[in-house]
């Protein structure tokens, strides 16, 4: 069986929480262990803003999707319609990559609808019995 | 979960000591970068960041606390943190800042490591 949970949120710093709420919660629902539910808040933290980096307006469409033990995120900004501000889609720094490869089993970045999207993927280790 | 973000700040025998509690992210960050560039612009030698009352913190957290380890090292100082959480220290671990910082699970190691 396959869940999957939608977000729309307007591009604002503080409204980042939200995404890390919606992921956690889904983990825990899933039985992730504490830690993998840790792993997942941080990864999408970083997977928003690797897509999000300095832009200033647009939406950002996250899509959170449990099928059997594993969750896929994915993260798109759209900037369709909005005025042009001179945002260029920017580069996740360093950091940010080697945090997202660390924390999650399968990841990718690619432009989407001109704003940028970017997808992970972690698999639960528990296994059901 | 507990949403709430606070600084507090004390000097201990001359050594201020920046506190953090909640979680510092992209929309937190620029509070603490706030504090910390005080203390670079009054030439403070060593700041410590008191982490223990953080519960999460980003790539956004870390290039505040990076960059203003460089500024404090350039004039001669140092930033030093303290944290306990084994998932705060992940974050440090996985970006080998473990091997930039030097990091104490006390307010009182880093005060004492002078």
Do not use: N
Not at chain 2, 91 to 100: A, C, G, K, Q
Request: hydrophobic content about 45%; proline content about 3%; overall charge negative.
């Amino acid at each position: 069986m396959s869940d999957t949970v939608a977000l729309s949120l307007p591009v604002r710093s503080d409204l980042l929480v939200l995404a890390r709420i919606t992921a956690a919660t889904m983990a825990a629902r899933a039985d992730f262990d504490i830690e993998e539910i840790e792993d997942l808040r941080l990864a999408v933290d970083e997977l928003c803003l690797s897509v999000v980096g300095g832009a200033r307006s647009g939406t950002v469409r996250l899509e959170f999707t449990l099928d059997d033990a594993t969750i896929a995120i994915t993260c798109e900004l759209d900037r369709r319609g909005e005025p042009d501000d001179g945002y260029v889609p920017a580069e996740p720094d360093d950091l940010s990559i080697r945090l997202i490869e660390a924390l999650v089993d399968e990841h990718h970045r690619d432009a989407g609808t001109g704003g940028g999207r970017a997808w992970l993927s972690k698999r639960r280790s528990r296994v059901e019995h | 979960m507990d949403l709430t973000f606070e600084i507090t700040e004390q000097v201990t025998g001359g050594v201020p000591v920046v506190s953090v509690a909640g979680e510092i992210d992209v929309a937190t960050a620029p509070t603490l970068r706030d504090h910390l560039a005080v203390h670079e612009e009054a030439g403070a030698g060593v700041v410590v960041v008191d982490l223990l009352g953080v519960s999460f913190l980003d790539s956004t957290a870390l290039g505040v606390l990076v960059g203003s380890f460089k500024r404090i090292r350039e004039s001669g100082g140092d930033l030093k943190l303290v944290i306990a959480e084994p998932r705060i220290l992940k974050v440090f671990e996985i970006t080998d800042l473990v091997r930039v910082f030097s990091i104490f699970s006390t307010v009182g190691e880093a005060l004492q490591d002078e």
